[in-house]
């Protein structure tokens, strides 16, 4: 199976690289700089010619790992985060239709759609109240896939992920925490601790989708992908702190973040019936992730 990764040198998009790499895929990189890849396509990102780039490759299938990925920066600058989250989309997404109908696209959304779920653990039929302009953008690109599914064909599926973490990201709660533990003895961090997330291991959602290739239906429909576990912030920054072997005092402002929900936890049900088992739990995964930043 050939299948082109848009966004392979990020954080997401290199896991997936190695990993149907390692099963046996032919696999297509495309991002908008080579970095040391020379094999990797790059695509302008302020004119990508999408067009040209799925002509030419013709994947069987294209995971588009693209787009903003930071809630505080969709509120400063909105029309910057529509247009990598939504309106990328759809010309992937148009480009597809006229040139690689045959193409299966996977489509990374967020459970920032849900905002503050109404009820817990969050089913994808529950009402969508995103409380951002991240969430409101990954909506948007979610009616996309679906109206090209629907009006023209194709084979389309949103994942909305869930709290997403593993070695190589270089930001948000777990990077927050290992950097603010290099040099203060008291670590800060917003919200009261007892926020809860469904933190979910990057090789699992590799694996997830694997899951999906051979088994799912690219109906243009919307998914879960998340651990179905919830961890508190405050637990989960803990477990972090002694994965490290630091002893540190981890203290919460209580001043809540724009944007941020208060509790989430995913309903994984239509995932687990494909044959989906998550392989990490928040501790091991921790673990991993501490020992790759003992090694920077």
Known sequence: MKILIMGSNGFIGHHLVRKFGLLGHEVVRADINKLADRECLVFNPHNPDFMSLFELVQPDVCVNCTGAASVPASFDDPLYDYTLNTVRVAQMLEAIRAKAPHSRYVHFSSAAVYGNPFSSPVSEVAALNPVSPYGWHKQYAEQLCREYHELHQLKTISLRVFSAYGPGLKKQIFW??????????NIELFGTGQETRDFVYVEDIASSIDVLLREGAFDGRAINVASGTASTISEAAHHLIGALGFHKDIKFSGTERLGDPTHWQADISYLSSLGFQP??????????????MKNL
């Open 279 to 292: 392989e990490f739990d928040l501790q091991l995964g921790l673990e991993r992730v501490a020992s790759w």
């Open 176 to 185: 927050d925490v290992f950097q603010k533990a290099l040099t203060n003895q």
